[in-house]
Protein backbone atom coordinates (compact mmCIF):
# COMPACT_ATOMS: atom_id res chain seq x y z
CA UNK A 1 0.00 0.00 0.00
CA UNK A 2 3.10 2.23 -0.29
CA UNK A 3 3.72 4.81 2.76
CA UNK A 4 1.34 6.40 4.78
CA UNK A 5 0.77 8.33 8.05
CA UNK A 6 -1.64 8.11 10.62
CA UNK A 7 -3.18 10.41 13.33
CA UNK A 8 -5.62 11.51 15.95
CA UNK A 9 -7.44 14.62 15.25
CA UNK A 10 -9.42 16.06 18.19
CA UNK A 11 -11.91 18.93 17.58
CA UNK A 12 -14.26 20.39 20.06
CA UNK A 13 -17.65 22.76 19.55
CA UNK A 14 -18.96 25.41 22.33
CA UNK A 15 -22.26 26.93 22.44
CA UNK A 16 -24.92 28.43 25.29
CA UNK A 17 -27.40 25.65 26.06
CA UNK A 18 -30.78 26.83 24.69
CA UNK A 19 -32.94 24.47 25.96
CA UNK A 20 -34.01 22.97 29.74
CA UNK A 21 -35.62 19.83 30.79
CA UNK A 22 -37.33 20.64 34.06
CA UNK A 23 -38.61 17.40 36.25
CA UNK A 24 -41.37 17.89 38.57
CA UNK A 25 -43.33 15.75 40.58
CA UNK A 26 -46.45 15.89 43.02
CA UNK A 27 -47.05 12.95 46.24
CA UNK A 28 -49.04 12.43 48.77
CA UNK A 29 -50.26 10.35 51.31
CA UNK A 30 -52.99 8.32 52.53
CA UNK A 31 -54.55 5.87 54.77
CA UNK A 32 -55.96 4.34 51.38
CA UNK A 33 -54.76 3.62 47.93
CA UNK A 34 -57.42 5.96 46.35
CA UNK A 35 -57.22 8.64 48.61
CA UNK A 36 -53.36 8.72 47.92
CA UNK A 37 -53.82 8.52 44.26
CA UNK A 38 -56.46 11.59 43.82
CA UNK A 39 -54.29 13.81 45.85
CA UNK A 40 -51.43 13.55 43.92
CA UNK A 41 -53.51 13.37 40.56
CA UNK A 42 -54.90 17.30 41.95
CA UNK A 43 -51.80 18.33 43.05
CA UNK A 44 -50.25 17.54 39.62
CA UNK A 45 -53.47 18.87 37.47
CA UNK A 46 -52.56 21.86 39.21
CA UNK A 47 -48.98 21.97 38.58
CA UNK A 48 -49.53 21.29 34.88
CA UNK A 49 -52.15 23.74 34.13
CA UNK A 50 -49.48 26.61 36.17
CA UNK A 51 -46.99 25.51 33.91
CA UNK A 52 -49.06 25.83 30.94
CA UNK A 53 -50.19 28.92 31.76
CA UNK A 54 -46.34 30.05 32.82
CA UNK A 55 -45.62 29.62 28.76
CA UNK A 56 -44.86 25.88 28.12
CA UNK A 57 -46.17 24.28 25.49
CA UNK A 58 -48.54 20.51 25.72
CA UNK A 59 -46.29 19.05 23.33
CA UNK A 60 -43.50 19.43 25.20
CA UNK A 61 -45.05 18.02 28.54
CA UNK A 62 -44.34 13.90 29.16
CA UNK A 63 -45.38 12.09 32.46
CA UNK A 64 -41.86 10.20 33.44
CA UNK A 65 -43.55 8.46 36.55
CA UNK A 66 -46.72 6.79 37.63
CA UNK A 67 -46.42 4.74 41.34
CA UNK A 68 -48.13 3.93 44.30
CA UNK A 69 -46.86 2.14 47.05
CA UNK A 70 -47.73 0.93 50.70
CA UNK A 71 -45.88 2.73 53.49
CA UNK A 72 -44.85 0.01 56.14
CA UNK A 73 -44.29 0.64 60.24
CA UNK A 74 -43.02 -1.77 61.10
CA UNK A 75 -42.39 -4.55 58.40
CA UNK A 76 -45.13 -6.14 56.94
CA UNK A 77 -47.96 -3.38 58.56
CA UNK A 78 -49.13 -1.22 56.18
CA UNK A 79 -50.11 2.08 57.48
CA UNK A 80 -50.78 3.78 54.54
CA UNK A 81 -49.83 4.12 50.81
CA UNK A 82 -48.10 6.89 48.58
CA UNK A 83 -48.88 8.13 45.53
CA UNK A 84 -46.58 9.62 43.11
CA UNK A 85 -46.53 11.17 39.85
CA UNK A 86 -43.87 12.85 37.47
CA UNK A 87 -43.62 15.30 34.77
CA UNK A 88 -41.14 16.65 32.57
CA UNK A 89 -40.91 20.37 31.01
CA UNK A 90 -39.17 21.07 27.81
CA UNK A 91 -38.21 24.61 27.38
CA UNK A 92 -36.48 26.56 24.87
CA UNK A 93 -37.37 29.95 26.18
CA UNK A 94 -34.82 29.71 29.06
CA UNK A 95 -35.70 33.32 30.20
CA UNK A 96 -39.28 31.18 31.63
CA UNK A 97 -37.59 28.55 33.80
CA UNK A 98 -37.08 30.48 36.99
CA UNK A 99 -40.97 31.80 36.86
CA UNK A 100 -42.46 28.51 35.62
CA UNK A 101 -40.67 26.44 38.68
CA UNK A 102 -42.41 29.15 41.15
CA UNK A 103 -45.32 28.56 39.39
CA UNK A 104 -45.63 24.81 39.09
CA UNK A 105 -44.51 24.80 43.31
CA UNK A 106 -47.17 27.13 44.20
CA UNK A 107 -49.82 25.41 42.56
CA UNK A 108 -48.91 22.04 43.68
CA UNK A 109 -48.84 23.13 47.48
CA UNK A 110 -47.34 20.63 50.32
CA UNK A 111 -46.94 17.58 47.38
CA UNK A 112 -44.86 19.49 44.98
CA UNK A 113 -41.65 18.98 43.87
CA UNK A 114 -38.65 19.64 41.57
CA UNK A 115 -36.67 16.97 41.10
CA UNK A 116 -34.14 18.80 39.05
CA UNK A 117 -32.88 20.66 35.53
CA UNK A 118 -30.80 19.33 32.48
CA UNK A 119 -29.74 21.24 30.22
CA UNK A 120 -29.18 20.80 26.64
CA UNK A 121 -28.66 21.86 23.17
CA UNK A 122 -31.76 22.56 20.84
CA UNK A 123 -29.16 21.72 17.33
CA UNK A 124 -27.05 19.27 18.92
CA UNK A 125 -26.50 17.40 15.90
CA UNK A 126 -25.11 20.56 14.31
CA UNK A 127 -22.82 20.90 17.43
CA UNK A 128 -21.47 17.43 16.58
CA UNK A 129 -20.97 18.34 12.75
CA UNK A 130 -18.64 21.46 13.84
CA UNK A 131 -16.76 19.45 16.35
CA UNK A 132 -16.20 17.12 13.27
CA UNK A 133 -14.82 19.69 11.14
CA UNK A 134 -12.15 20.88 14.14
CA UNK A 135 -11.33 17.18 14.71
CA UNK A 136 -10.15 16.91 10.68
CA UNK A 137 -8.76 20.31 10.20
CA UNK A 138 -6.42 18.87 13.49
CA UNK A 139 -5.74 15.59 12.20
CA UNK A 140 -4.95 17.36 8.72
CA UNK A 141 -2.48 19.91 10.49
CA UNK A 142 -0.54 17.41 12.26
CA UNK A 143 -0.66 14.70 9.16
CA UNK A 144 0.82 17.54 7.13
CA UNK A 145 3.68 18.48 9.88
CA UNK A 146 4.42 14.73 10.18
CA UNK A 147 4.93 14.55 5.91
CA UNK A 148 6.79 17.76 6.38
CA UNK A 149 9.28 16.27 8.76
CA UNK A 150 9.61 13.12 6.50
CA UNK A 151 10.54 15.20 3.57
CA UNK A 152 7.13 13.82 1.62
CA UNK A 153 4.21 15.40 0.10
CA UNK A 154 0.96 14.24 1.92
CA UNK A 155 -1.28 12.29 -0.36
CA UNK A 156 -4.64 11.20 -0.58
CA UNK A 157 -6.85 10.05 2.38
CA UNK A 158 -6.91 6.44 2.89
CA UNK A 159 -9.10 5.62 5.98
CA UNK A 160 -11.04 7.54 8.30
CA UNK A 161 -11.86 6.37 12.00
CA UNK A 162 -14.51 8.33 14.16
CA UNK A 163 -13.86 8.15 17.09
CA UNK A 164 -16.97 9.52 18.55
CA UNK A 165 -18.26 12.71 19.61
CA UNK A 166 -18.06 12.89 23.60
CA UNK A 167 -21.40 14.72 23.88
CA UNK A 168 -21.80 17.97 25.63
CA UNK A 169 -19.57 18.37 28.57
CA UNK A 170 -20.44 21.48 30.87
CA UNK A 171 -18.07 24.52 31.18
CA UNK A 172 -17.22 26.23 34.35
CA UNK A 173 -17.87 29.24 32.66
CA UNK A 174 -21.96 30.28 33.47
CA UNK A 175 -24.82 32.90 32.10
CA UNK A 176 -26.56 33.57 34.42
CA UNK A 177 -30.44 34.34 34.64
CA UNK A 178 -32.95 35.22 36.96
CA UNK A 179 -37.06 35.75 36.88
CA UNK A 180 -38.12 38.70 37.35
CA UNK A 181 -41.12 37.75 38.93
CA UNK A 182 -39.52 34.91 41.30
CA UNK A 183 -35.80 36.09 41.38
CA UNK A 184 -34.52 32.88 41.07
CA UNK A 185 -30.93 32.82 39.45
CA UNK A 186 -30.67 29.66 36.71
CA UNK A 187 -27.13 29.08 35.57
CA UNK A 188 -28.00 28.39 31.99
CA UNK A 189 -24.37 28.01 31.26
CA UNK A 190 -22.17 26.47 27.83
CA UNK A 191 -21.50 23.34 26.88
CA UNK A 192 -18.92 21.55 24.48
CA UNK A 193 -18.96 18.75 22.30
CA UNK A 194 -15.51 16.37 21.54
CA UNK A 195 -15.23 14.61 18.67
CA UNK A 196 -12.13 12.29 17.95
CA UNK A 197 -11.24 11.06 14.55
CA UNK A 198 -8.26 8.84 13.23
CA UNK A 199 -7.19 9.59 9.83
CA UNK A 200 -4.81 7.71 7.54
CA UNK A 201 -3.35 9.75 4.80
CA UNK A 202 -0.65 8.46 2.05
CA UNK A 203 2.28 9.95 1.88
CA UNK A 204 3.58 11.00 -1.60
CA UNK A 205 7.21 11.50 -3.46
CA UNK A 206 9.50 13.24 -1.58
CA UNK A 207 9.46 17.01 -1.62
Known sequence: MGRSVTVIGRGRATAAYDEATLRLAASARATNPS????????????????????????????TTNVSLNPVHDP????????ASL???????????????LVAAVDAGGDGARVDGITFSHHDAAGLEREARDSAFADARAKAEQYAGLAGQALGEV????????????????RAMMA?????????????????????????????
Open 75 to 82: WPTVVAYE
Open 158 to 173: RHVVEGGADGAVPLAK
Open 86 to 100: GLSVRLLDLSRVGSL
Open 179 to 207: SADAGIPIDAGEGTVVATVAVTWALGPAV
Open 35 to 62: DATARATYAMAQMRDAVLAAGADASALT
